[in-house]
């Protein structure tokens, strides 16, 4: 069955750190996945896709096939990026998401 | 463009009522979905609609739940007889007829049944 999965409920880092957000998919095609991003007090929105292979707000994400993941990196963590982060991959008909992972960054 | 709107914001209603969730996609968007939130889980997929035509409801509840998307007007999640367990968080989505993978989301609908 397709499913994303997200490790970690909270990921807390100091401003500076690295961060990797962990996620993985269980899918028989080809996966085409994506990061949404929800800010305080906002909608959830997408961040960034794979297939872009673009950064975004200084995050990355590089799809690994092999090990069937599409991990969420930042080398250098703002406050500014704490939110709640949703991995997701598209099916024909749908997005299916993770049940998130929330990132603090602390001054 | 105002974006995806939602409305009601916040409904409460008692065990045995009915909920009615409204959802207004962007102009130009033909595609509508319905997630539901619930406490310590992911979005979980419900519903795709495109104008009168229901695509795909793998993730709708058998009974009770029943979603549209008429011709005019917003697209409606509609819940019978409400039980306390159907209390969440449900977000509707849009998208373009060309298919990017990308949704756009409302701001979503709380239900609390009491």
């Known amino acids: 069955a397709q499913r994303v999965t997200q490790p970690e409920k909270l990921l807390s880092v100091f401003k500076g750190a690295p961060v990797e957000l962990k996620c993985n998919y269980s899918y028989s095609g080809s996966p085409e996945l994506f990061w949404y991003v929800q800010y305080s007090r906002q909608r959830l929105q997408l961040l960034l896709r794979?297939?872009s292979r673009e950064s975004i707000k200084g995050f990355t994400a590089d799809l690994n096939k092999g090990e069937t993941s599409f991990h969420l990196k930042k080398p250098f963590a703002q406050e500014e990026d704490s939110a709640m982060y949703y991995c997701?991959?598209?099916?024909?008909?749908?997005?299916?998401f993770g049940t998130g992972t929330r990132l603090q960054v602390f001054p | 463009n105002a974006g995806v709107m939602q409305n009601p914001r916040h409904l409460v209603r008692r065990r045995g009522q009915e909920a009615r969730l409204r959802c207004s996609p962007m102009?130009?968007?033909?595609?509508v979905y319905w997630y539901r939130q619930l406490p310590e889980e992911g979005l979980k997929f419900m519903v795709y609609l495109q104008k009168e035509n229901i695509i795909d409801e793998s993730g709708m509840p058998k009974e009770r739940f029943s979603a549209e998307f008429p011709k005019e007007g917003p697209s409606i999640l509609r819940i019978q007889q409400v039980v306390r367990g159907d209390s969440a968080a449900y977000f509707c989505?849009?998208?373009?007829?060309?298919?990017?993978?990308?949704?756009?989301f409302g701001e979503g609908s709380r239900l609390t049944v009491l």
């Open positions: 794979h297939i």
């Open positions: 102009k130009g968007h033909s595609h």
């Open positions: 989505a849009s998208s373009p007829p060309a298919n990017t993978g990308e949704l756009f």
């Open positions: 997701a991959l598209s099916m024909p008909d749908k997005l299916i």
